[in-house]
């Protein structure tokens, strides 16, 4: 064994205490406090705990049941959970008490341990309330610095949900029209049928597209989407979704709308609309719609496919019928465009 | 390299110079403008391209943008925090200067991954040191000169800076620190003001 060194009790000024230890306190032999160190004085403020017994002012909360000075001199050396009453509000410690010679009483070193950061902030702590020795401002620092990391990491999840949820979008928009596409449709009309919510749907083709597309060429072909896009949304309802589906081939979904007369109207409007020439570059360019119409509750249990089927079916007994024309599923009310129906109904 | 350098850098450039030229440093670095992300890791050649770009299109030598980049990493209002941990090291800039050697420590401590300059401090005796730094890219000296010089501002020191070039070592800093009683460092408070 290494020789200890000093053999006797030291005599140590109280101002080596103070500087040692900051936080501790001295005890006369009855329990009585005779003395803290200068960070213990900053928390207690002006009033002070001189003279006041130990116990009173702090509550021992480990081991339990040390109320006395006896017990805690048979505690000497093991680890204590205190509690400061004095303070303006109940501060927590841990603590080490040890006997000093000749029966002098005791010496109790107080720590904040992981209440540290609170007691900082709360008493306005520097790093000369803490002994050069303490690791207290290392805690300081790595809280802070956990702070801005934590705060970096946030920012970079932040972006890349951002991200994420730029490219979800994207996935599920036609680039060139900014109308929902195929994938997003299929999603929608999933969402739907599981949840057994009524609602109407529209396949849309266009009429004499090729032809724009054939004799003015893509540019004009792209124009021509683009403003059938803004046709559709136009006469979409909040709720409403218009996908594109393929070259010339749209969507139209009317969640909650299952009147057949209304969405027929709502057809016949969307016709009329496309088969106004359109200028592009000087030229007119002219298209016309068919529509087929079908609604969720034709089905006792709607199934996706059917239901495109059977739009699909009386969007081509419109093609056959003419072109520029909305029908609806089960076959029967055959619409022409409104200008056709003026014809009619002055005649 | 921790991204968090990188990004360091690509904000010195737009807080500095305007997002705009950052854009056009990004295009000449060959790199996606929206820069770098603080936690991810980059290959060292990017930070390179980066500042070979700034300061082609500055018209500036690197070791002078670097050194304005150190400054810029304590001084600039966005980057407080940066200023707050490094002041944890030291209540006056005789203490922080000392404390440096355990800079890369203490960057490690809250990122494993961020690899700060390894640094050496000699002690010449009257306030005379020379401070040795060691790092991934070179001219990492310049950005601990501007470093230093914003940080002896903060605590109100008097320091004469001087980069002496390269020797077996590293980069080598002459630091001069002027009668320190005779200056008030800027208050520090070591909680968070923010609750």
Redesign the interface.
């Known amino acids: 064994m290494p020789e200890r060194g000093d053999k006797i009790a030291l005599p140590v000024p109280l101002e080596a205490f103070d500087r040692l230890m900051p936080l501790h306190l001295r005890v006369n032999p009855d329990g009585r406090i005779t003395g803290y160190g200068p960070t213990l004085a900053k928390l207690l403020g002006r009033q002070g705990i001189l003279g006041h017994g130990l116990f009173e002012a702090f509550e021992v909360r480990r081991p339990a049941g040390l109320t006395s000075i006896v017990l805690l001199q048979a505690h000497a050396g093991e680890r204590l959970r205190l509690t400061l009453r004095h303070a303006p509000r109940p501060v927590a410690f841990r603590g080490l008490a040890m006997p000093l010679a000749e029966g002098a009483g005791m010496i109790l070193n107080l720590s904040f341990g992981i209440g540290v950061v609170d007691a900082v902030r709360n008493f306005a702590l520097t790093d000369g309330d803490f002994a050069a020795t303490d690791l207290a401002v290392e805690m300081m620092y790595l809280v802070e610095a956990k702070t801005a990391a934590m705060e970096t990491l946030r920012g970079f999840a932040l972006r890349m949900q951002g991200d994420k949820q730029m490219a979800e979008t994207q996935a599920l928009t036609d680039t060139l029209t900014g109308l929902r596409n195929r994938r997003a449709l299929a999603q929608l009309l999933e969402r739907l049928t599981q949840s057994e919510a009524p609602f109407g749907l529209m396949h849309i083709d266009l009429d004499y597209f090729k032809a724009v597309n054939d004799t003015f060429g893509h540019a004009a072909g792209d124009h021509v989407l683009r403003w059938v896009a803004d046709v559709l949304t136009g006469e979409a309802r909040m709720t409403d979704i218009f996908a594109r589906v393929g070259g010339d081939e749209f969507v139209g979904v009317f969640p909650d709308l299952t009147d057949v007369d209304r969405l027929t109207s709502t057809a016949r409007r969307i016709i009329e609309a496309l088969s106004r020439p359109i200028l592009f570059e000087g030229r007119m360019c002219q298209i016309s719609a068919s529509i087929g119409i079908t609604t969720s509750v034709n089905y006792a249990v709607p199934e996706i496919a059917r239901m495109q089927h059977d739009a699909d079916e009386a969007l081509y007994a419109s093609k056959r019928a003419g072109r520029g024309q909305a029908q609806a599923y089960p076959s029967g009310g055959v619409v022409r465009d409104s200008a056709a129906l003026d014809d009619r109904r002055s005649a | 390299m921790l991204g968090?350098i990188n990004r360091s850098f690509q904000f010195f450039l737009s807080d500095t110079y305007g997002v705009e030229f950052w854009e056009n440093v990004a295009k000449v670095a060959d790199i996606r403008v929206s820069g770098f992300?603080?936690?991810l890791i980059y290959d060292d050649k990017l930070i390179n391209q980066v500042i070979d770009a700034a300061s082609a299109l500055l018209r500036r030598p690197r070791e002078s943008l670097m050194e304005d980049m150190g400054t810029y990493l304590v001084s600039h209002e966005s980057l407080q925090?940066v200023r707050?941990?490094l002041r944890?090291s030291g209540?006056n800039f005789g203490e922080f200067l000392n404390s440096m050697e355990e800079l890369p420590e203490?960057g490690r401590?809250?990122?494993p991954e961020l690899e700060l300059p390894e640094m050496e401090l000699c002690d010449l005796g009257g306030g005379h040191f020379r401070l040795r730094c060691r790092a991934r890219f070179a001219g990492t000296g310049h950005i601990v000169m501007g470093l230093l010089r914003a940080m002896a501002d903060d605590y109100g020191a008097l320091v004469l800076l001087d980069h002496l070039g390269l020797d077996a070592g590293g980069e080598v800093i002459s630091v001069q620190i002027a009668d320190q009683a005779l200056y008030e460092a800027r208050p520090?408070?070591?909680?968070?003001s923010v609750g």
């Open positions: 968090l992300e603080s936690m925090t707050r941990l944890f209540v203490r401590l809250v990122l520090f408070s070591l909680g968070l």
